[in-house]
């Protein structure tokens, strides 16, 4: 440790004799990783796992593959199934708390004043009450293109189809909400439209003029979408563009 | 290891220190619960009313949750080496630094 | 482990020079002696051992990597959502077959004292009040069904936010859009068979909508539905879609969405 | 920013399931009614009373938990940065 050069000007008090730490020199930090307590055993523990890494590697046979991603195992596993296991908790947390409902048996000749699927079959169901909204061709003298419930089916696969299409319609390496303001803002669109066709698809129920709920259903979801936008815009100029500062540097946009 | 204010320090070997914390947990952890089990028992869930609580049995759950939580209590005061009780105390000097 | 026994403290000499109360001797004595019998301690040796292995082959986190915000495992939740619908199914799928040794998909008149109960109707009530747990049972399939469902769109709205179905990912996007339909189907033909007034008018529905197919529509209410009204075939059906045909296709389609997901990784998250 | 967002999220998370379970236990009567905002029954007993208090707090708390994590405390940190740097 001790450095000969330095040792004899040992008594130098103006300042000038502080040696500048070299590779060698543990920092303060690391001192104090060392000697104390629980931060000791990390540290042990540390080396340790360093040490057996190293060992596993040079024995191990595993080739590193070049792939831009995050690896599934043992990350992303370890730390999904320590979150999931809590999330299986909730599940069971609830089937206890609010255990199921079991109504009247079916009864073909009495139609109850409920008809819905589950909530998830909603927005679908919804879609197949767009009646008022296909056209009437003037060609065929006022007279519908296809019937009201195929053109329900039919708005059911133009928004599956979309959905679809979306890798092929936006590429680039953007990956955040702030990135990529449009795209962010569609999809809040398609999430506020999900709910509001769901709120249409119970129209029945819904205390509002149906043709009011018709209008709010497709005006809410655009305005939505916009307030989006301007939302992640600002984000990006502002505040959001310091702290991703060195993420950018990193990974420039295309 | 000393008494000071903060209370006695026992210096244990690594491997000693794990049985300590490994038993006296699981002791404290298995009394604490039966202790809380005598007691829903006595007071049948804490509904009975307080003529019909089988003191004995109370005074057992009682009994255990005390139990546990004077072994648990009792156990922190053993430390493996190099563990310091506290931080403002971590001036001792290490071989490894 | 190795069969070699591991050098052991002297703890009986340790504690005749420590000086220690007597409490304190009695207690660690105590200890030591259990710790000889039940070797408690070996056991979570093994854990260590084990975690200390797996700790030790992590790569570099993506956060460590580009010394990202260190909040970002707030957002860690969101990214374990797809994992998560996996376990929802498999709990889903436990409950489930424990439900199917009570259940008969049967429309005949049943034997619960209700007017019109039909046999499926009447499995059900015994499963939730007769059988030990059943009710239980019932509501943690019916949890375990609904938690998936919603976290299967969760997940879809994480990917498209995150910008995760980008390219090389599109295969899985539309994948992962035929899982999401297939577990709404999966839900659908569950919700149809406890043979209630919902269930029932749910059936109405889906009938009317494969009705309103162009040109097939007839054919496939004939296929799915067998029928135009639900009735004993609708019943027998959805149950054979439930329990047979979609757990093999949709376990099959998920270890295909796995897989990909195992080859290319996560999408990097942020 | 981050750590806003999850806190907020979690306490509307967080203090909604509580609301949710405790709105399906004492304020949805029937299936077929009002759901999770039903009347609660008149004949509660002293535990009832509480957990109705509680459900009540749950519910403010879950939006304004929410808010103020999503809004309060963004706006504040703005509004203290710009006092500042004037």
Do not use: C
């Amino acid at each position: 440790m001790a450095d000969d050069e330095h040792t004899d000007d040992a008594a130098r008090t103006d300042g000038t004799g502080i040696v500048p730490p070299d590779d060698e020199t543990p920092t303060w930090r690391e001192r104090k990783e060392r000697t104390t307590g629980l931060s000791r055993l990390t540290y042990e523990y540390f080396e340790r796992s360093r040490r057996e890494d190293q060992d596993l590697r040079e024995e191990s046979d595993y080739v590193e593959r070049d792939v831009l991603a995050f690896p599934v195992w043992p990350h992303e596993l370890i730390r999904n199934l320590a979150l999931t296991s809590f999330f299986v908790g909730m599940i069971f947390f609830l089937a206890s708390t609010l255990p199921p409902h079991l109504g009247a048996p079916a009864n073909p000749s009495q139609t109850p004043s409920i008809i819905l699927p589950d909530w998830y079959l909603y927005w679908s169901f919804g879609l197949l009450k767009l009646g008022p909204l296909n056209p009437d061709l003037a060609i065929l003298g006022g007279e519908k293109l296809m019937a009201d419930r195929t053109y329900g089916v039919v708005a059911n696969l133009v928004v599956v189809g979309f959905i679809a299409i979306v890798p092929f319609l936006n590429k680039g390496s953007a990956r955040r909400p702030v990135e990529q303001p449009f795209w962010a803002s569609v999809g809040v669109m398609g999430v506020v439209f999900a709910f509001t066709i769901s709120v249409y698809s119970m129209k029945t129920h819904v205390p509002l003029d149906s043709h009011l709920l018709l209008d709010l259903t497709f005006l809410v979801p655009p305005i939505a979408g916009a307030i989006a936008y301007a939302v992640l815009k600002t984000m990006r100029e502002g505040y959001m563009y310091d702290l991703n500062r060195r993420y950018y540097k990193l990974r420039p946009p295309k | 290891m000393g008494d000071d204010e903060r209370g006695r320090d026992v210096v244990v070997p690594d491997r000693l220190y794990k049985s300590v914390t490994v038993f006296s947990t699981l002791f404290a952890v298995v009394s604490v619960v039966l202790g809380f089990v005598a007691l829903d028992t006595a007071t049948n869930a804490g509904r009975a009313a307080p003529e019909d609580v089988n003191v004995a049995f109370a005074a057992l759950g009682v009994g255990l949750i005390a139990a546990g939580g004077l072994v648990y209590a009792f156990s922190s005061r053993f430390r493996a080496s190099g563990m310091a009780k506290d931080k403002d105390s971590g001036d001792e000097p290490s071989d490894n630094g | 482990m190795s069969v070699e026994r591991k050098d052991d403290h002297d703890h009986d000499a340790w504690l005749e020079e420590k000086d220690l109360t007597p409490i304190e001797h009695t207690f660690l004595a105590t200890l030591v002696w259990l710790d000889k019998r039940l070797r408690l301690v070996d056991y979570l040796e093994l854990l260590e051992t084990l975690y200390y292995r797996v700790n030790l082959q992590m790569p570099k986190s993506h956060t460590e990597q580009y010394n990202l915000d260190n909040k970002f495992w707030y957002w860690y939740p969101l990214y374990s959502l797809g994992f998560f619908s996996t376990l929802a199914y498999v709990v889903a799928a436990i409950s489930g077959a424990l439900l199917g040794f009570y259940y008969s998909p049967s429309a005949a008149a049943g034997s619960v004292d209700i007017e019109g109960a039909t046999v499926a109707y009447s499995t059900v009530a015994a499963i939730m009040t007769d059988l030990n747990f059943g009710f239980f049972l019932r509501s943690l399939h019916r949890w375990a069904a609904q938690v998936m469902t919603a976290a299967v769109f969760l997940h879809m709205l994480r990917v498209y936010f995150t910008g995760a179905y980008k390219e090389p990912r599109e295969v899985n996007w539309i994948i992962g859009i035929v899982l999401l339909s297939l577990t709404m189907v999966f839900g659908y033909t569950g919700y149809l068979l406890p043979w209630d007034q919902l269930a029932f008018w749910a059936g109405q529905i889906g009938v009317e909508m494969s009705l309103s197919i162009p040109l097939i529509g007839e054919w496939v209410a004939q296929l799915v539905f067998g029928g135009f009204s639900p009735g004993q075939p609708t019943l027998q059906r959805m149950y054979i879609l439930h329990v047979f045909l979609l757990p093999f296709v949709v376990t099959t389609v998920i270890a295909i969405h796995l897989g990909l997901v195992w080859m290319q990784g996560i999408a990097e998250p942020h | 920013m981050a750590d806003e967002f999850a806190k907020g999220l979690g306490l509307l998370t967080g203090a909604g399931l509580i609301w949710m379970v405790l709105a399906g236990w004492y304020k949805t009567p029937s299936f077929a009614g009002s759901q999770l905002t039903g009347a609660p029954p008149s004949d509660l007993s002293m535990l009832g009373e509480a957990a109705l208090i509680l459900l009540e707090s749950m519910f403010w708390l879950a939006i304004f938990g929410a808010l103020l994590f999503w809004v309060g405390v963004p706006l504040g940190r703005e509004l203290y940065a710009k006092v500042n740097s004037e």
